[in-house]
């Protein structure tokens, strides 16, 4: 079992995206130790799938770089990843927490030669790329992962290929018999910032997502637009992967519906016109029309707005497409509704159709843990009555990327506070 000393002048971040490593750094530069822990392999979240930031168009790993820096130069911050908050006990100022992690097979006299994964044969779902391709059993999750240390799936493990990545390993990195374990920790305060999931596209049935394959969501189209997505970052058709000549993007999939989710997600508006914008650098032939209710573009990023609408082979067309569906000859989609302006019913064929869907706060839930505040759709609220536990960026609101780092920064500063109190 792990040791890892804290006391309650510690503090506890759950998720290590852009806010958690935020929070995480803000409060270990003010001099606090921090534990952080993250489920996935590697730390930076959501963004690290994302090709390029809205709106300078810059890659998300610039300053995800930066962050990993502050936190490899600063001893007072320990992270975890595979590992997730198994129980919680205790009130402001001190909390026992029980940490599960998972097994990783693989140690940290990893050196990624990629040899174990030379050998493996078998494959599986690459779920990077939200499955678009596939990737050996014996992985490294994707190529700027932090830590950057290859994986293995337990399918592999017990079969021959987990023994022929043993017998590849000339590091003695690969342990088969690594075993799920806990660790303990007492902490005064706790961030909770565990981001959001897409919302699940198959369930907004009528657009046909999971039945037709040239109907994607936009965090899948952020993955095709990337160098090192399952592409290369050709934007292509998924059914034939022909090039795509007209391609819709379908607003509000899913969200401000009480069906579905009630609320906006404030930012795939901004998405699909970054979006437009990949795919007119890739494929400056493609022609995009953008299907909205209404344009929410984030306060100053208005700009933004109006510099897509200057793309003549960009069109807005006000609609709520109520329908899509697939000519089975050619992959092609149909996509009807009304527009909104004119009233005219709407008929319009496409190559492919990206879902604009919205973003699920991961809810706090966890076992014997004190109760969280959280709105009706379960965004953390940070309620005075209920302190110790905070929430930072996406868990509170669905947001960009420069508003999540703003809000953990005052998680942090709320956790800290909280341990001066008591
Ligand atoms: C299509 C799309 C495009 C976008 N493009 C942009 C853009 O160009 N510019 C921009 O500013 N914003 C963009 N955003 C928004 C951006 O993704 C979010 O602002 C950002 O991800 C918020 O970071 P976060 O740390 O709050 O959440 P996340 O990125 O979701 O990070 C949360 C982390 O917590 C981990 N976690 C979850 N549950 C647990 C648990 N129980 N235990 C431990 N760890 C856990 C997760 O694995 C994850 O690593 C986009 C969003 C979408 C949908
Ligand atoms: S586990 Fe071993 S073989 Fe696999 S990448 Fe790491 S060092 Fe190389
Ligand atoms: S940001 Fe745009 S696409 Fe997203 S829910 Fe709001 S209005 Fe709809």
């Known amino acids: 079992m792990a040791e890892v000393q804290t006391t309650n002048q510690s503090i506890l971040v759950v998720g290590g995206g852009m806010s958690g490593i935020t929070s995480a750094l803000e409060a270990a530069e003010a001099g606090y130790d921090v534990v952080l822990v993250e489920k996935n ?11 390029q930031y809205f709106p300078k168009l810059c890659p998300p790993n610039c300053g995800l770089e930066i962050n990993f820096r502050r936190m490899r130069q600063n001893p007072k911050v320990r992270f975890f990843t595979m590992a997730e908050v198994a129980n919680i006990s205790g009130s402001e100022g001190n909390y026992d927490v029980s940490i599960k992690l998972l097994p990783r097979y693989v140690n940290d006299k990893c050196t990624c030669c990629g040899k174990c994964s030379d050998v493996c044969e078998a494959e599986i779902d690459n779920p990077f790329n939200f499955g678009m391709d596939k990737i050996k059993g ?14 293995m799936d337990p399918s592999i493990v017990e ?20 075993a799920e374990t806990t660790f303990d920790l007492n902490v005064g305060a706790i961030v909770w910032a565990a981001g959001w999931d897409p919302y699940e596209a198959e369930k907004i049935d009528y657009y046909g997502f999971g039945e037709y394959k040239n109907v994607i969501t936009n965090m899948m189209m952020e993955r095709m637009a990337s160098p090192n997505g399952p592409t290369g970052g050709k934007i292509l058709r998924p059914s034939d992967g022909k090039e795509v000549k007209n391609i819709a993007f379908v607003q509000c999939a899913g969200s401000r519906d009480e069906n579905h989710l009630p609320y906006c997600s404030g930012v795939c508006c901004l998405a699909s016109m970054k ?36 793309d003549e082979k960009i069109e807005f067309i006000k609609s709520k497409i109520a329908n899509i569906s697939e000519d089975e000859a050619t992959g092609s989609l149909l996509l009807e509704g009304e527009n909104t302006r004119t009233g005219e019913q709407l008929r319009m064929t496409f190559d492919m159709a990206v879902l604009a869907t919205g973003m699920v706060p991961n809810k706090f839930d966890i076992d014997g843990a004190p109760e969280v505040a959280a709105d009706e759709y379960g965004f953390v609220v940070n309620d005075p009555e209920k302190a110790g536990i905070y929430g930072a960026g996406c868990v509170r609101r669905p947001t960009d990327v420069a508003s999540s780092v703003q809000d953990a920064t005052s998680s942090a500063l709320k956790a800290i506070q909280s341990i001066a109190r008591r």
């Open 138 to 151: 014996a992985y490294l999750p994707h190529e700027f992962a932090f830590p950057m240390r290859y994986v």
């Open 275 to 310: 979006q437009a914008i990949y795919v007119r650098e890739a494929h400056p032939d493609c022609a995009i029309s953008i299907f909205f209710i209404d344009i929410r573009a984030l306060d100053r990023l208005e700009d933004f707005y109006t510099k897509v609408q200057e």
């Open 159 to 178: 079969t021959e290929d987990g023994k022929k990545c043993l017998e590849a390993c000339e590091y003695d990195a690969v342990e088969l018999d690594m």
């Open 41 to 51: 392999p590697y730390l930076g979240g959501r963004v690290t799938q994302l090709y």
